[in-house]
């Protein structure tokens, strides 16, 4: 039994980092098409600004350094995406293919570039007390790093449902997922809309950076590639555009990885979500809440 | 009069680099040794294999229009199928090649299969998840055989002995050096070939192909498995090259590394592909070398970490090349009227 719970917080907790990435990965795809492989390199470069700035305050409390990570990764996430989408996307806007090919270059180069400035071994980062104790829910003991992500990630879903149902320009990134076109006929501009459209799902990748560093107690340049593949499954899975259906498909990606890598084997979990994409595919080609592509 | 031209061009270009390993000669800031020196031989070996590897990817992306991510998996079968029959199962070679043609054969044609029921973007994100998957696979190693982080080394026994030594160098690059003549020629042949014309107007407009009552399903799986075969042969020379098998040519990033060899040469032409590969191995190799270099250890942090990024240097130059140059080097010297344009 408190195996059992201690799983399923887990993989609670790593399907809120998915849907982290995930969430901005949808949400540019649904409005703009443009398939951001620079997400994984938002999440690793806000994951090293959140370490650096709770390094950069020694002697205050843990708390208010944590806290002043969280939010440089945030800033420097948000910061980083509104550059790209102005400097590198925007110039581009006619050649589909070439908006990919960037976000390609952009993410091998910031990678390497991480490595090469920080090097490729993993950092320790310093938590505050509570986090890094456990937490005793139906005799299992939960680190309590799992309730921060999965509390932040609810936060960030009401949010955004929030941002899409209730504000004027959630209004039109809706209005703009279904017909872009017809927004921009009605003389609205689109292209403020793709500015903070990146810039939303840039600082929702800096949170998942820092939350990451905290989840898995460390950070290191090459996981924000293995949290980009894992948030292009959930995206798939969930069906391109739907946040809601990524939020569903990130809990069931993390549930299943988890609990398949301790029953069956290391490694098994990770096999099966591909599998599980196959089979969503071959059965619902639009993903689990979506429309099937035309 | 213009097809004679390059067919006597290009068979004598092929000639003159089977000769190289005859040719005495040091060329300076070029090459370390001579050009008959094993090192340097080895190195061009490695461009021609991925002078070919750039050209399937490009048949799949450049002629057929599909965006894959997963290209690196179909590589990498042909390294490590043939690595585990030689290494572990002590199968002959040509029974391991068998193996090989017949993985990287139907691989590619069932995971196509699947991938090809989505389009675009999503068929991008498929393709990764299927080659992600095969990277876990070789890294995890559930039934021991793929080495993990260490890969596979081919011991002395497991080649003929032709095949193994620095002495042999020039035997491996003859190898690379058919291959890529061999991966050219079927390249060249399958998309003049009527299939190949039908891929090149699914680049352009799919539904219009469909509506023409052709079924573009079958012949994007056809492009793919093709793609995907040639790949896995030049696996099999790049494991005879390497003498061994390692992870890193499984990963996305690999497959990403393909993507900016074909861009920098060019999308949609099949020689600008094979100049594109043996570029940036090439680049690849000599920037690993200028970074150790005095001068750029000297630098400010602030210069020299950038600048002893080989992947840094390369992933920039692909920017830019990608905003400035879509072409690529092909697109530089093809400044014709009434040549076709590759998608982007």
């Known amino acids: 039994m408190s195996t059992i719970v201690l799983l399923l917080v887990t993989g609670l907790g790593l399907g809120a980092l998915y849907f982290l990435v995930a969430s901005g990965l949808s949400l540019i795809w649904g409005l703009m098409r443009v398939l951001n492989f620079a997400q994984g390199a938002f999440f690793t470069v806000a994951g090293y600004a959140g370490f650096f700035a709770a390094e950069a305050l020694p002697g205050t409390s843990p708390w208010l350094r944590w806290c002043a990570g969280v939010l440089a990764g945030m800033l420097t996430g948000g910061a980083f995406a509104i550059l790209t989408e102005v400097l590198l996307i925007r110039p581009l806007y006619r050649r589909p293919v070439g908006q990919v090919l960037v976000t390609v270059g952009l993410a091998l180069a910031t990678l390497a570039l991480v490595e090469g400035a920080f090097g490729s071994d993993p950092r320790q980062v310093t938590l505050p007390d509570w986090m890094s104790a456990t937490t005793t829910i139906f005799g299992a003991a939960i680190p309590n790093t799992r309730f921060v992500v999965i509390l932040a990630a609810l936060l960030v879903l009401l949010g955004l449902l929030f941002f899409l149902q209730r504000t004027r320009y959630g209004l039109i990134v809706r209005a703009g997922v279904e017909n872009r076109a017809m927004v921009s006929a009605l003389g609205i501009d689109v292209q403020r809309a793709f500015t903070l459209v990146f810039a939303i799902g840039g600082t929702a990748a800096g949170l998942a950076g820092v939350l990451g560093a905290a989840y898995y107690g460390t950070i290191d340049p090459s996981r924000g590639t293995s949290m980009l593949i894992s948030a292009f499954i959930v995206v798939v899975i969930g069906g391109l555009g739907s946040i809601g259906g990524s939020a569903l498909a990130a809990v069931l990606v993390g549930l299943l990885q988890q609990f398949l890598n301790f029953y069956a084997a290391a490694g098994v979990g990770d096999f099966a979500v591909v599998l599980l994409l196959a089979v969503v595919l071959l059965v619902r080609p639009g993903g689990l809440i979506g429309r099937a592509p035309e | ?344």
């Not at chain 2, 014309?197 to 093709?226: D, H, M």
Request: aromatic share 12%.
């Open chain 2, 1 to 344: 009069m213009r097809p004679r031209f390059w067919a006597v061009a290009i068979v004598l270009i092929a000639v003159a680099a089977a000769c190289l390993p005859f040719v005495p000669v040091t060329l300076p800031g070029v090459f370390d040794g001579p050009l008959n020196s094993a090192g340097t031989l080895n190195l061009l070996g490695l461009c021609f294999v991925f002078g070919a590897l750039a050209l399937t990817y490009d048949i799949v992306f450049g002629f057929t229009g599909l965006l894959s991510f997963g290209h690196a998996l179909y590589f990498a079968t042909g390294v490590y199928v043939t690595a585990i029959a030689l290494a572990r199962w002590h199968w002959s070679l040509p029974q391991a090649l068998a193996l090989t043609a017949l993985v990287g054969f139907g691989l590619p044609l069932a995971l196509g299969a699947v991938c090809l029921r989505v389009k675009d973007i999503p068929f991008a994100m498929v393709t990764l998840a299927f080659a992600e998957a095969g990277s876990i696979l070789v890294l995890q190693d559930p039934w021991g055989l793929t080495g993990g982080e260490d890969g596979i080394a081919l011991g002395g026994s497991v080649l003929p002995a032709t095949l193994v030594g620095v002495a042999n160098t020039s035997h491996l690059y003859w190898i690379a050096t058919g291959l890529l003549v061999a991966t050219c020629a079927i390249g060249w042949w399958a998309v003049q070939s009527p299939p190949g014309r039908v891929w090149q107007a699914i680049r352009e407009n799919e539904r219009r192909v469909a509506v023409l009552g052709l079924n573009p399903y079958s012949y994007k799986l056809a492009s793919f498995t093709l793609s995907g075969f040639l790949a896995a042969a030049a696996g099999v020379a790049y494991l005879f090259l390497q003498g061994g098998a390692n992870p890193q040519i499984t990963t996305a990033n690999f497959t990403l590394v393909l993507l900016v060899m074909v861009v920098l040469g060019g999308v949609g032409t099949l020689w600008g592909a094979v100049i594109g590969g043996i570029v940036y191995e090439y680049l690849d190799f000599r920037l690993v070398g200028f970074s150790n270099a005095a001068g750029v250890q000297s630098l400010p942090p602030i210069l020299r970490v950038p600048l002893s990024e080989p992947l840094f240097i390369l992933g920039v130059l692909f920017i830019v090349l990608v905003l400035f140059l879509p072409e690529g080097i092909g697109g530089l010297f093809r400044r014709l009227p009434g040549r076709r344009h590759g998608p982007s």
